[in-house]
């Protein structure tokens, strides 16, 4: 090396510029988010802002606008947020008395039938449907079963058809045995049924869900708990869009529905409540 040739020392740069962080009025995210999915949070509006901490974060937004302005510009930020905030606790055969009252129905009939579970999470419900009519020898060629979710990741979970034992735990051993195969510490539910239900990414506020076509059954099941009344009757209103006709009977969870919503007709039979488009008598 030349001697009078230096090497210049290599300039310090500081990478740790202090990020200052901004958590301090959420309420403009809730509203978006509100707006967006129906799910509200007013109950749990404490914890639910620390997650929202922790996901900017993770996310590298150093504040509650920033990450909004995300959502909003940005289809993956929200559709993370979404998979991130919703609740997809769900297991096969919940709430039985209206899926078998249902079963009855389809079984004492000859008619192609369409089936709705809007949400179906992680697909427990819809297969338990399907299951459920295999049980009451109804050939499940003439039944189309359709399910949405707002989650993408509960979609692609159902689409697996892969659950775990707590999934299970209505089941006899006899029902497993006929319909699943273990698979390491999972279990894995029978193509033969699997095959019968189509999963779709649908938010049921969006006006895409008119492309499904309509149903004759339309299952929404501890869904509308997570929105305030206005927007339970606005989802509501969108489902009664996708009934097939006067005979299309709409199931909800115990606690969805506190008020009857305008525009349906509420029936009781075999102790299970069900409801019809207003004006219309139960079939
Ligand atoms: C508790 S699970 C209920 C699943 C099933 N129906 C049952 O009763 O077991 C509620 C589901 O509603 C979905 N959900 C919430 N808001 C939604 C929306 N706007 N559109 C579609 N699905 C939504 C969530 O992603 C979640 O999977």
Redesign the pocket.
């Known amino acids: 090396m030349f001697r009078w040739f230096k090497p210049k020392k290599p300039k310090h740069v500081d990478t740790h510029v202090p990020i200052i962080e901004d958590f301090s009025d959420p309420d403009e995210l809730y509203r978006f988010f509100t707006a967006?999915?129906?799910?509200t949070f007013e109950q749990k509006k404490s914890i639910t802002t620390t997650k929202l901490i922790n996901f900017a974060r993770d996310h590298r937004f150093a504040s509650f606008t920033s990450l909004l302005s995300a959502l909003r510009n940005d289809v993956r930020v929200m559709e993370s947020l979404?998979n991130f905030l919703?609740?997809?606790?769900?297991?096969f055969f919940?709430?039985m008395a209206q899926i078998e009252f249902m079963a009855r129905q389809v079984a004492g009939s000859h008619k192609k039938m369409r089936i709705l579970?809007?949400?179906?999470?992680?697909g427990?419900?819809p297969y338990t449907v399907a299951i459920t009519l295999c049980e009451a020898g109804v050939d499940l060629n003439r039944v189309e079963i359709v399910s949405?979710?707002?989650?993408t990741k509960?979609i692609e979970h159902a689409r697996q058809g892969l659950y775990s034992r707590r999934s299970l735990h209505r089941l006899t051993d006899q029902l497993i045995s006929r319909y699943f195969t273990s698979e390491g510490e999972k279990y894995r539910l029978n193509a033969s049924i699997c095959a019968h239900v189509r999963f779709e990414a649908?938010?049921?506020?969006?006006p895409a869900m008119a492309e499904f076509g309509t149903f004759d059954y339309l299952?929404?099941?501890?869904?509308l708990?997570?929105?305030d009344q206005p927007t339970v009757f606005s989802?509501v209103e969108r489902l009664s869009r996708l009934a097939h006709d006067a005979k299309s009977l709409f199931f909800f969870?115990h606690a969805d529905i506190l008020s009857s919503p305008p525009g349906l007709s509420e029936h009781y039979a075999h102790g299970v409540k069900y409801y019809t488009l207003r004006a219309c008598e139960p079939a």
């Open positions: 967006t999915t129906g799910i979404i919703t609740v997809n606790e769900t297991y919940r709430e579970c809007a949400p179906g999470s992680t427990e419900e949405i979710d707002i989650n509960a649908m938010n049921i506020f969006d299952f929404s099941r501890n869904m708990i997570y929105f989802a969870g």
